[in-house]
């Protein structure tokens, strides 16, 4: 089987992180290697990261795409996932993202959706149907594919490698998964729906930066 890095974006949300990561450490298939990149915080997010055992990298300049970059890059696995520090993967995520890349050895990268909680189930839905169901059923007729979910996905090594060079690492008016989803090689075979692991905790998604 792959081996696995869990990168995970993190500006100021150490109590969320926390959670986070006490969920990856509960996976009933570990990560070989947990990167919590530091975007800039002030608060204990190096602390905590450092407490649950995550390997930390810096990134001092502010914003999603220099950090979710950052740890990327510093990623060393066959397998690249992904997590917000808002997302709490239930125990069978990393087993079911390497399940899902072993059944489809063609496919390069697989996402999926995410349910929201902290919030009350009508908004829960809302968020579930229109805001997630709008990104996965609008964004591949503009692509021609399925899109990435920054929330809950993973790609092989060289996915990363091969759309590093071209996206913006320093812009701040686009998500880094939609911008991830555009500079894509066309070669590349997107695979969903991986189960919803990585709920945010409000009707918004919290992103870093």
Same mark, same amino acid.
Request: with cysteine; proline share 9%; aromatic share 8%.
């Given at each position: 089987?792959?081996?696995? &890095?869990?990168v995970?974006?993190?500006?100021?949300?150490?109590?969320l %992180? #926390?959670?986070? !990561?006490?969920?990856?450490?509960?996976?009933? =298939?570990?990560? $070989?290697?947990?990167?919590?990149?530091d975007?800039? &915080?002030?608060?204990?997010?190096a602390?905590?990261a450092?407490?649950?055992?995550?390997?930390?990298?810096?990134?001092?300049?502010?914003?999603?795409?220099?950090?979710?970059?950052?740890?990327?890059?510093? +990623?060393?696995? $066959?397998?690249?996932?992904?997590?917000?520090?808002?997302?709490?993967?239930?125990?069978?995520? %990393?087993?079911?993202?390497e399940?899902? !890349?072993? =059944?489809?050895?063609?496919?390069? %990268?697989?996402?999926g959706?995410?349910?929201?909680?902290?919030? &009350?189930?009508?908004?829960?839905?809302?968020?579930?149907?229109?805001?997630?169901?709008?990104?996965? /059923?609008?964004?591949?007729?503009?692509?021609?594919?399925?899109p990435? /979910?920054? #929330?809950?996905? +993973?790609?092989?090594? $060289?996915?990363? !490698?091969? +759309?590093?060079?071209?996206?913006n690492?320093?812009?701040?008016?686009?998500?880094?998964?939609l911008? !991830?989803?555009?500079?894509?090689?066309?070669?590349? =075979?997107?695979?969903?729906?991986?189960?919803?692991?990585?709920?945010?905790? #409000?009707?918004? %998604?919290?992103? #870093?930066?």
């Open positions: 089987m792959a081996t696995i &890095s869990v995970i974006p993190c500006h100021n949300d150490a109590g %992180l #926390s959670t986070c !990561l006490a969920a990856l450490a509960a996976q009933v =298939r570990p990560a $070989e290697e947990v990167i919590v990149v975007n800039a &915080s002030t608060d204990a997010t602390e905590t450092r407490a649950a055992g995550a390997r930390i990298v810096s990134e001092p300049a502010r914003g999603i795409w220099p950090a979710a970059a950052a740890g990327y890059d510093a +990623a060393t696995r $066959e397998v690249i996932a992904r997590l917000d520090a808002d997302s709490v993967p239930p125990p069978d995520w %990393l087993a079911r993202l399940a899902g !890349l072993a =059944r489809s050895p063609e496919a390069d %990268l697989i996402t959706p995410g349910d929201f909680y902290g919030c &009350s189930p009508l908004v829960a839905w809302l968020g579930r149907t229109f805001y997630l169901g709008g990104y996965f /059923f609008w964004i591949p007729v503009w692509l021609g594919h399925r990435v /979910f920054g #929330s809950n996905f +993973a790609m092989r090594r $060289e996915v990363w !490698l091969g +759309a590093r060079g071209r996206v690492r320093e812009r701040t008016d686009i998500h880094d998964d911008d !991830l989803s555009l500079h894509l090689d066309p070669a590349v =075979r997107v695979r969903g729906p991986a189960r919803r692991p990585a709920p945010p905790p #409000s009707p918004g %998604l919290t992103r #870093s930066g």
